[in-house]
């Protein structure tokens, strides 16, 4: 009796087709992974003009500190936005290098480049601002020798007088009470608020503001002027007149600019000042 046969399951359907991977050295089992190396670094440019040795220069791709700090993170061409990162052992940005210094600066205070301190100032100081003048305060005598009478009188050595606000020193004067004159000779110094004078002779009212004096220098403090005078006339309280002038805001020796006229009148109660005849000199020139 024949034997009857087995059932034969039904095909099973092929699978689907997947794409293969690309072709690379295939893994052999239990083999160690190797180290990812760190990539290479490129070595740093020359340092050039204006820059520093060491300075934190950037790698490609990274930011320097200081442009890490302010902005954080940077955009790559393709718009992603990356994380900043500070090239391994970069120094910090070193600070501005400062202005280079003119070779002006260096010169002394005789230099042209230190005299702007001499140069006029564009505005006029405030006039001087002087109580009006009492001749009927007391008249103050110093000097070491006196001779003559209450009226006329002849004084020497040290010789200082003060009336008011004025004060005239010289070597020897002569005094005549009843013109109020006092005829002054050999270091004379007269001195009022805003002005003041040296010669070798002159005469002035010790109760009065006239005065007259030969060959004089003068200074005028609230200006920061000075000059000389082949005469120095003070016509009264604010008014003086210079005749064979100069003037100059420069420190006393110096020179750098200077103002000669035939005449000069210097106004202290308004501040102005006029001239005739005038020469203005820079430096040796003219």
Not at 246 to 263: F, I
Not at 276 to 281: A, H, K, N, S
Request: glycine share 10%; proline share 14%; with cysteine.
């Amino acid at each position: 009796m024949p034997v009857p046969s087995e059932p034969k399951a039904p095909a099973a359907e092929p699978p689907t087709a997947v794409p293969a991977p690309a072709p690379g050295p295939a893994p052999q089992p239990n083999a160690p992974v190797p180290a990812t190396e760190p990539p290479a670094k490129r070595p740093r440019p020359a340092p050039g003009p204006g820059r520093e040795p060491n300075a934190g220069a950037s790698a490609p791709g990274t930011a320097a500190p200081g442009a890490a700090a302010a902005r954080g993170s940077k955009t790559t061409g393709s718009g992603a936005e990356q994380p900043s990162i500070q090239a391994p052992g970069a120094a910090a940005e070193p600070p501005p290098r400062p202005a280079a210094a003119s070779p002006a600066a260096g010169r002394g205070a005789s230099g042209k480049a230190a005299a702007t301190a001499c140069r006029p100032t564009a505005a006029a100081p405030a006039p001087v601002s002087r109580p009006a003048p009492n001749p009927d305060l007391p008249v103050h005598i110093r000097a070491d020798q006196a001779s003559g009478t209450r009226q006329h009188f002849t004084l020497s050595g040290n010789v200082d007088i003060t009336q008011d606000d004025k004060r005239l020193q010289a070597d020897r004067v002569t005094y005549d009470r009843a013109t109020d004159q006092a005829t002054a000779q050999g270091n004379v110094r007269y001195r009022q608020p805003g002005l003041e004078i040296r010669g070798a002779s002159g005469s002035a009212q010790i109760r009065g503001e006239a005065g007259t004096f030969d060959h004089a220098h003068y200074e005028i403090p609230g200006y920061n002027a000075r000059g000389k005078a082949d005469k120095v006339e003070k016509v009264n309280a604010s008014l003086t007149r210079l005749q064979g002038a100069t003037y100059s805001t420069c420190p006393a020796g110096r020179k750098d600019w200077e103002l000669r006229a035939a005449r000069v009148e210097l106004n202290q109660a308004t501040g102005e000042g006029r001239a005739q005849d005038v020469t203005l000199r820079l430096g040796r020139v003219p």
